[in-house]
């Protein structure tokens, strides 16, 4: 008995852990199905034995998402969460009960189940008067301001047959390209990565910057309507109806009065839904008249007239071989799995990753073990658990290194974050040889050398940091392996050509944390000169547009220590740029200040990005799309027909090449 108290309490412990990591840090550390079985496992044991009854047990609440920030909001109707399956037969389970219970004959809709984040729309009058996100269920964070940003949804209502008031309930999704491109952005500024698009979305609805949320391009789909007065019994009808007001309903659904309808759906969807632009996870199903629907009730957590069937996310199992521990640009220590190759929704997975020091822990980890790999949205394959059944000889077990594997310094973790990371900046090879990398790139100084010169060079003794390559002669290098008179001749014109790269790039080769391209071009409009850069204080760092907190403080740091000034001497010695241009500075106007443009068609008199450069030089801004914030288009010939006619709803004045340069 006391074996199953302590399994009871082991699992609620590490639950509640998992909830954390998921809802507090949008950090998942397992999957949702791996998660699923465990909550499973526990309601299983905790109906088994009432006696061990918590009302704080994790299967007692839905997760929160509450943040301190925002103002809460009690719901109207709670927001409950969706019983799971992940099996053909718990569906038909489902059917049989409400068949049993309803004792008539019944509508499933089925719909896709959007894997974004849950938010609870209120219209008065056919006006968004208040968006909340899911918070407990009970409680949620007012996102308003943030929602109004995004374009899907309507903050007035079409027609007039809606009620006077109502809410409308749905998922924020962010679309996998948007998810991609801000991951790359975020991957050359050093800025965590989102795990997948619904952290993601997330995420972005609880930033307190409109604006950001803005750029960020969310994305929606509305799938439950509640309140009384509602034009149909029917989910289904209402759903239609709620679509000619202007919400964006999935067109991925259907009334089924058969199961076999029901899983004609599934199957369909399951492979389907990869070539869709937004992140599903299962099929909901839901009894679609409202009265049946009240007739089945809910318990404490979930509606008894619908289900999610989940779909199994892409995984295979395989062995692991061994971990390394790799030493990134700014130090920070990642464990990667060496795994036996499998193969992985049409790749070969050699590589994966095993997240952090407490996940290791967490997993119990040993060499030789079975582990499941995924591949769900993430970019790189990642390790999801370990097959503990299939562990007949238990090997080494894997426990995170302490010193640096590169240089051996004693590594450091700061408080709250799961990384560590080596403090030997300048002594630790793979992060010098990683910043020289960094400096020499396509969109810093452009040296046309890639990693394995870095290396030699490193190795020759030649490099030991950024500013040593512009001491490199062509007789040093004419005498290592490869090198011949004319690739040495190359390699040093091209370090003499970097002197003529612009001052935002040279501040962006630097690789100053946080800093990527777009940072740099603000910060070096904001000062002129490193100089100034160098001993700006933090509040006129925040002064600048788009310069945050996190920004702020890596910059000051950085340029607190003492060899990263050094350097920056050093280079201003060889003639690198670090300071703006007399000419762009001569030129730099005010005149469109604060006005947002688009560019689009063929121009005559300038290219594209002539046009995109004076835009920003007379202190406008550019933008790739057409919104009600679009003060200008600029059109060339051909302009796209789309974007014609949303400038002309809109009322946004369209402007030929004559006219905007009479403008500047
Ligand atoms: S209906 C009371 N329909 O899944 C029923 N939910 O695990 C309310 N979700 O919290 C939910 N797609 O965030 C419903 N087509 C869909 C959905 C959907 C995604 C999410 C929603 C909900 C969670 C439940």
Partial sequence: MEAVKDKIESLRREIESLNYSYYVLSKPEISDFEFDKKLKELEALEAGH?????????TQRVGSDLNKNFVQVEHVYPMLSLSNTYSEGEIRDFYDRTKKSLNEDFDLVCELKYDGTSIALTYENGVLVRAVTRGDGVRGDDVTANVRTI??????????DYSPQFEIRGEILMPWKVFDDLNKERAEAEEPLFANP???????????????????????????LLGENLPSDGHYENLQKAKSWGFKISGAMKKCSTLEEVFEFINYWDKERRNLPVATDGIVLKVNSARQQLNLGWTAKSPRWAIAYKFQAERAETRLNSVDFQVGRTGNVTPVANLEPVLLSGTIVKRASLHNADIIRNFDVHIGDMCFVEKGGEII?????????????????????????????????EEGEAAYYCPNHFGCEPQIKGMIEHFVGR????????????SQFYKAGLIKNAADLYTIKAEDIMKLERWAEKSAGNFVESVRNSLQVPYERALYALGIRYVGETVAKRLAYAFHNIDDLMNSNY????????????IAKSIIDHFSIESNRVLVERLKTYGVRFA?????????????????????????????????????????????????????ILAGENMGPAKLEKARKLGIKIISEEEFLKMI
């Fill in 443 to 454: 969109k810093a100084m452009y040296i046309n050398i890639g990693e394995e010169t870095v």
């Fill in 198 to 224: 619904r952290n993601a979305a997330s995420g972005t609805l609880k930033l307190q910057n409109p604006a950001i949320v803005a750029s960020r391009k969310l994305d929606s789909y509305l799938y439950y």
């Fill in 381 to 413: 394959p990642k390790i999801v658990g370990v097959n503990k059944e299939a562990r007949f000889l238990i090997g080494l077990k894997v426990e995170f290194i302490k010193n640096c594997p590169a240089c051996g310094t004693k590594l450091v973790r």
């Fill in 580 to 632: 703006l241009d007399e000419a762009v500075l001569a030129e730099k106007t005010d005149l469109l200040n604060g006005l947002t443009f688009v560019i689009s068609g063929t121009f005559l008199l300038h290219s594209r990005d002539e046009y995109k450069a004076l835009i920003e030089k007379n202190g406008g801004k550019n933008s790739g799309s057409v919104s009600a914030k679009t003060d200008y």
């Fill in 50 to 58: 009432p006696e061990y009854f918590d009302p704080n047990s994790p």
């Fill in 151 to 160: 374009k899907t949804i309507p903050l007035k209502l079409q027609g007039s």
């Fill in 539 to 550: 509040e006129q760092l925040v002064a600048v547009d788009e310069i945050g907190e996190v």
